[in-house]
C-alpha cells in the first residue's frame, strides 16, 4: 500500500511555470514507477510523465516533451512535475500516480496502482 499527495496545482497566464509535487508514504517498493496523469473536462485521462526511479528513467508525452520535466527526491520520497511554457490546453486536474513496475513507462492504472486525489492546474490565455 502506498499513499500519495499531491500539492502545488493553481492558475497561471499562458506561457507562465508551475511544479506539482507528489509525496509518497507507505510501502515504498509499491512506488517504484511513480508519474502523472490528467483529465480535462469532457476529455479522457491522459498520461503525462513517468519514471522508474531506480534507474531514473523518464518518458513524457508528446504534448509535453520539452516543456514538463519529472524529477524526484528520494529522500522526500518525491517526485516533481516541473511545467513550463504552459497551455490552455494544460488545463485540466492533474493526478500523480504509483506502482511497482511501470507498464510503458508510466505508473500502471489497473488495480495495482494507486492515485492521488488530484491538484486543478487552470491556465488562462
Known amino acids: 500500500q502506498v499513499q500519495l499527495a499531491e500539492s502545488g496545482g493553481g492558475s497561471v497566464q499562458e506561457g507562465g511555470s508551475l511544479r506539482l509535487s507528489c509525496v509518497a508514504s507507505?510501502?515504498?517498493?509499491?512506488?517504484?514507477?511513480m508519474g502523472w496523469y490528467r483529465q480535462a473536462p469532457g476529455k479522457e485521462r491522459e498520461a503525462v510523465a513517468g519514471l522508474a526511479r531506480m534507474n531514473n528513467n523518464a518518458v513524457y508525452a508528446d504534448f509535453v516533451k520539452g516543456r514538463f520535466t519529472i524529477s524526484q527526491d528520494n529522500a522526500k520520497n518525491t517526485v516533481y512535475l516541473q511545467m513550463n511554457s504552459l497551455k490552455p490546453e494544460d488545463t485540466a486536474m492533474y493526478y500523480c500516480?504509483?506502482?511497482?513496475?511501470?507498464?510503458?513507462?508510466?505508473?500502471?492504472?489497473?488495480?495495482?496502482?494507486?492515485w492521488g486525489q488530484g491538484t486543478q492546474v487552470n491556465v488562462s490565455s
Open positions: 507507505g510501502y515504498s517498493y509499491s512506488s517504484n514507477c
Open positions: 500516480a504509483a506502482s511497482t513496475r511501470c507498464s510503458r513507462g508510466y505508473p500502471r492504472t489497473d488495480e495495482l496502482g494507486y
